[in-house]
């Protein structure tokens, strides 16, 4: 009765409420809240990308420098803090604590780095013969990677010496250029092209007219003279941009300035050009783009013994369009090689087989012009003689002598390689650079061939840890699962979690449906070092319990059985970077930004006191962000007035505010939209299920008699202190990827937030329903039934008396689209049914019925469903 006596005054007091706010006020409101989130979303992405690349320069085997490390710590510094302030003026509640924590990683990762001690640091000029792929803050990406492949592995490169980074920043410094070109950067104009361009002259203009120091000019002369008394005093020199970030994991290829045919005499002018080509409006437009600061870069310079070549070219390990294909592509031209490299002359191009180095393929092109260098200096474009113009540029022999340097080269550095290369006069062939090839099209599943003899259960997927492992299928559906997995099983799952963790010393591999080669159980697989497999989709149906299985990860394929030879295989690169000393920085470095403890968000531990990284305040603010959108559908009741109203029959006085990007153009001066009308994915999507059909339409409301009859054919609910009536409206706030949905009609509260783009991390769906016009038990038995439900789909659920709650999150936006389409289906389905839970037998007929694909729940149902499976998942 006193459900009944509450309900009619709530009523009563409705028609004396407040008139609306303005509709304009009230999108503010919560377009505010929608942009904090996004910005949220966006440093969570980041930052927990920066992780992933930290951990892989971790393993050693990719070449970096000091600048990788200082730009990866700027920017989780200022993602971290990004997220903070977000998160406060989302949720209006003062973080101190994670500032706290935030300001103090920061002052500890600035310490390590200023305590670092360089004994190459203050050398103006280092030899080939000293320079070695560690080095790369010194000599920069091209100069390191030539002078590991001359003093690590053996192969030719052409003789000659670094001007170091401490030279130019000698040079800058006493000439006062960083000054300069601070103060001409002020006139830039970030939308006008001409203003970078008037700014990119005269900061070159003034690098080419400041002195270079005496100690720089001498110790470069030094270096000139020691080469010379080698190569004889008619030598001649290529000057080539070797910059900080070049050939490493930027690539810079074409952005700097090569001279060459450089005589003694003009190499200090040369090196004052070459430097200068760091301040182009492209190479300066390009830093931009990439983020990276001007004030950050510096320039080391290689000044290489220039090869006479009768040909050149250049050679890729993998095809560019078709990595997976089991060939590698060598190019060339006569003369020297920038004709080939800049697609002047179109080259002989050969292709040959990875593993034979056989050619599979040779086209000889016509070649009528090439380019020689000049006796006087500098190059000149000469005619091929005719006899020439059509004959292949290198041998047999020569083009099988390259392939194996370039697969030599790829297994040092552990990646594919895009190698340029000369044939000097007397035949003899020589490395001119190698760096990362990049931009490679289809790298993934198929870039070795299958192990014949093994069926492939499962193929695809990306890796978010490499390696091999072979052990029987233990698939999860529930973290209770992980209780009882055995000793060197392969854990597969419908998704990856940092739940994992607890299993991953047991574990030989993880191999999930879904999941985020960024995200966080990925970081914990690199951390425990165990090969992890993600986005295999159907891995949960395909791979059976108990089989054994043996998982390559590289190659995104699920063998069926133990495949001793990919068991075999040596670990695929060397660890270049173990026992130096950037390496040591970066690691600790690293313990302050990537190590994730606060796993479980429903643990008492989950707080900011018990974070001790970065990684930990992204998951912490990451979890807390969806509470705080879940809660922006309190502001409607006190807001009220909607942008709004959609025309389709869903039993519902639906009203939406639009943040931006929701609603197609073409309806935006509307009061009334149809479904056609909206723009906003997710909402899209549910609208898919939550418009009635004809079936649903035709359908009776269930007559219980009296006020509570009409109460309970309200949609979804919460009963406030057991006895609150809500408001008739429903709510969609929406954007093009987001959407916030309540429904607080009768006593049901129902409130479904989502966002639903392109990355992965990103994407989620939470729920929660609760409340009803029956009594307790009642009410108690539609909330595990819908549970039940949600589990069916794939959710993660709660549920506690009236009330379920449940989050689906880190799918594709297909999937999530089409969870979305069966949410919407199930605000229907579940109208009216608390009045028809009569016995425990009602749950299971509940969840068999809306898995059968019904418009509705049929109470006659209940004993054709009674103790049976809830059957497949729609």
């Known amino acids: 009765m006193g459900t009944v006596l509450s309900g009619l005054r709530n009523l009563v007091t ?24 996004q910005s949220l979303l966006e440093s969570n992405t980041e930052l927990l990308k920066i992780c992933s690349e930290i951990e892989v320069m971790l393993t050693g085997r990719e070449v970096f420098g000091m600048a990788f490390i200082r730009s990866r710590t700027s920017r989780a510094i200022f993602h971290a803090i990004r997220m903070i302030k977000s998160f406060e003026g989302l949720s209006a509640k003062p973080q101190p604590v994670l500032l706290a924590l935030v300001e103090r990683l920061s002052t500890e990762i600035k310490t390590i780095l200023a305590g670092r001690v360089n004994p190459h640091g203050g050398k103006h000029v280092l030899d080939m013969a000293e320079i070695t792929g560690e080095m790369v803050d010194q000599v920069g990406g091209k100069c390191a990677n030539l002078g590991e492949i001359a003093n690590r592995t053996g192969l030719p490169v052409p003789p000659g010496f670094s001007v170091t980074t401490a030279a130019f920043r000698a040079f800058f410094e006493e000439a006062g250029l960083f000054e300069t070109i601070s103060s001409i950067r002020l006139g830039i104009a970030p939308d006008d092209p001409a203003s970078m361009a008037a700014a990119a002259e005269d900061i070159q203009a003034a ?24 190569l004889g005093p008619d030598m001649r020199l290529a000057v080539r941009s070797s910059a900080i970030g070049e050939d490493g994991e930027l690539s810079f290829a074409g952005q700097y300035l090569t ?29 931009l783009l990439k983020g990276i600061p001007d004030n950050d870069v510096a320039m080391a310079v290689a000044c290489l013994a220039l090869i006479p070549s009768q ?16 060939e590698l592509l060598i190019n060339a031209v006569w003369g020297l090689g920038p004709y080939a490299v800049d697609g002047v002359i179109t080259p002989d191009a050969y292709l040959l087989d990875r593993e034979s180095l056989v050619p599979t393929a040779v086209t000889v092109a016509d070649k009528p012009r090439m380019l020689v260098a000049a006796s006087s200096g500098g190059l000149v474009d000469m005619p091929v003689p005719k006899d020439r113009r059509t004959t292949p540029c290198l041998t047999t022999e020569q083009a099988r002598t390259l392939a194996g340097w370039g697969l030599a080269l790829e297994r040092h550095f552990g990646r594919p390689q895009d190698m340029e290369w000369a044939l000097d006069a007397k035949d003899e062939l020589i490395i001119l650079q190698s760096r990362p090839l990049t931009a490679l099209l289809d790298v993934a599943a198929a870039a070795t061939p299958p192990v014949p003899g093994y069926d492939i259960l499962a193929q695809g997927g990306q ?14 559906v529930n973290e209770e699962d992980l209780d009882g997995f055995p000793e060197g099983a392969v854990l597969v799952a419908a998704h990856s979690s940092p739940q994992f963790m607890v299993v991953m010393k047991r574990a030989a591999a993880i191999v999930a449906d879904h999941g985020s080669v960024t995200g966080h159980m990925a970081s914990l697989s690199r951390e425990f070092q165990v090969p992890t497999l993600l986005g295999l989709s159907q891995a949960t149906t395909l791979l059976p319990p108990g089989e054994v299985v043996t998982v390559d990860v590289a190659a995104g394929r699920v063998y069926r059985g133990r495949v001793e030879s990919l068991l075999a295989q040596a670990p695929e690169a060397p660890a270049l970077m173990d026992g130096t000393q950037v390496h040591a920085i970066l690691a600790e470095v690293a313990r302050r930004i990537v190590p994730l403890t606060l796993l479980n968000p429903k643990a008492p531990e989950f707080r900011p006191e018990n974070c001790t990284s970065l990684h930990d305040v992204t998951r912490l603010l990451h979890e807390w962000s969806y509470g705080c959108m879940f809660a922006v559908s309190d502001l409607v009741a006190g807001r009220g007035g909607a942008t709004f109203i959609l025309d389709a ?8 505010i639009d943040l931006g990007g929701g609603i197609k153009d073409a309806a935006a001066g509307r009061q009334r939209v149809r ?3 909206i723009a906003s994915r997710p909402f899209a999507a549910l609208l898919t299920g939550l418009v ?53 009609v009768g006593y049901h509260y129902g409130v479904l937030d989502c966002y639903c783009g392109q990355t992965v991390n990103k994407n989620y769906i939470t729920f929660s329903f609760s409340g009803g016009a029956a009594d307790d038990v009642k009410r108690g038995r539609r909330a595990r039934a819908i549970g039940r439900i949600l589990a069916e789909l794939g959710f993660s659920v709660e549920a506690v008396s009236d009330r379920v709650s449940g989050r689906f999150q880190k799918f594709s936006p297909e999937v999530i689209a089409e969870k979305l389409g069966h949410m919407g289906r199930l605000l229907q389905f579940t109208r009216q049914t608390d009045m028809l839970m009569v016995s425990e037998d009602s749950i299971e007929a509940m969840v068999g019925c809306f898995l059968s694909g019904a418009p509705c729940f049929d109470p006659a149902a209940a004993q054709a469903f009674s103790g049976a499976a809830a059957g497949q998942t729609p």
Do not use: W
Request: charged residues 25%.
């Open 311 to 326: 040909a050149a070219g250049v050679l890729y390990t993998r095809l560019p369009e078709a990595s997976s294909r089991p």
């Open 675 to 677: 479904p056609a009308d």
């Open 259 to 287: 001279m060459l045919n450089v005589s003694r005499d003009r190499l200090a002018s040369s090196y004052k050009i070459v430097i200068a080509s760091l301040f182009t409006p492209r190479a300066m437009s390009y830093r």
């Open 463 to 476: 890796a978010a840890c490499s390696g091999v492992a072979c052990g029987p299928v233990y698939r999860a």
């Open 207 to 230: 690098i080419l007219r400041a002195p270079l120091p005496d100690t720089v000019t001498r110790d470069i002369e030094a270096a000139a003279g020691r080469l010379e008394a080698a």
């Open 649 to 656: 029959t869903t039993g519902l006085d639906l009203h939406i």
């Open 14 to 37: 409705s028609f004396a409420r407040p008139k609306p706010v303005n509709r304009e006020e009230t999108s503010a409101v919560f377009r505010e809240k929608y942009n904090r989130f």
């Open 692 to 744: 009635l059909s004809e079936a649903a339409k035709a359908l009776r409301p269930v007559n219980l008699g009296g006020f509570l009859s009409v109460m309970s054919e309200q949609l979804v609910a919460q009963p406030r202190a057991g006895a609150d009536r809500f408001g008739e409206k429903s709510y969609a706030i929406i954007s093009d990827k987001y959407l916030n949905f309540s429904s607080r």
